[in-house]
């Protein structure tokens, strides 16, 4: 973690994470062009708010299916991924194949890893959850066997192998809730990296617009034609629970399905 001096207004408070990444070779197959959105239709009108193009950048395909089984891998490289808030890593299997997975704690170069239904419950290694002892950190779990890694893979997500039953296993995740995932899903042992991004500072809003995110206007300083806390003489605060710009309830209102 890195605190930049202030020599300019931009730098003043901003903290960055100091990363020593390792590249090995230059993979065109394993990187594409994604068609960025403006959040714009074909008139030009804004359809999505806060959205531009940022600056470019092309798209690393993560190993999430972890579909080579029985085969062993060896890290190569520690890389960034400007898709995401943690780092990748890719891997040479012994027949010849490269494929980019997320990289996690604790996990070097050269180090080995395999994918199979049952196997040793080292870093790195992927198996179904059912094979897994009890009180193991596992990150990047599938809900649905065979759809690849859908949970788990932000930077320094895990969870703990809680209990297990004939049908089901039960995660205990970081806010302490349990998840309840089939025995046939594949996770994999270990932490996602780079636990420590939570206290990045960006320092200005220009490191935010290139990462295509446009600045955020308070509800409250606009028309009451454009938001529902707008209007009023002077400095007032709206007289009503806290709503999006479309009226719904964004403090308390609970969205996740049973």
């Known amino acids: 973690m890195i605190k930049k001096k202030p020599t300019t207004p931009g730098q003043r408070g901003k903290i960055i994470l100091k990363n020593s990444f390792h590249y090995f070779r230059n993979f065109k197959k394993l990187k594409i062009n994604i068609k960025k959105s403006p959040g714009r ?10 959205k531009s193009k940022g600056v470019k950048k092309k798209y690393r395909k993560i190993d999430f299916l972890r579909e080579k089984k029985y085969i062993y ?4 490289s520690i890389e960034y991924d400007p898709y995401r808030n943690c780092n990748i890593s890719l891997v040479s299997y012994l027949d010849g194949e490269y494929r980019y997975i997320i990289h996690l704690y604790g996990l070097n170069i050269n180090d080995f890893i395999i994918n199979s239904p049952k196997n040793h419950p080292k870093i790195g290694n992927s198996m179904l959850i059912k094979n897994i002892p009890i009180g193991i950190k596992v ?27 004939m049908k089901f296993t039960y995660l205990k995740m ?15 042992v270990g932490c996602v990296d780079n636990s420590d991004f939570y206290l990045v500072k960006l320092g200005k809003a220009g490191t935010n617009i290139r990462k295509g995110i446009r600045p955020t206007v308070r509800g409250v300083a606009m028309n009451p034609v454009d938001h529902p806390h707008g209007g009023g003489e002077g400095k007032t605060t709206s007289k009503r629970h806290p709503v999006s710009y479309k009226g719904k309830l964004t403090k308390g209102l609970k969205t996740s399905k049973k």
Do not use: F, M
């Open 174 to 188: 970081k806010n302490g809730s349990l998840k309840k995932i089939n025995n046939n899903c594949n996770a994999v």
């Open 73 to 76: 891998g060896c890290i190569k």
């Open 139 to 165: 990150c990047c779990v599938e809900l649905v066997p065979g759809k690849g890694a859908k949970i788990l893979r932000s930077a320094g997500c895990y969870a703990l192998v809680y209990s297990k039953d």
């Open 41 to 50: 239709n074909n008139q030009g009108k804004i359809t999505v708010r806060h």
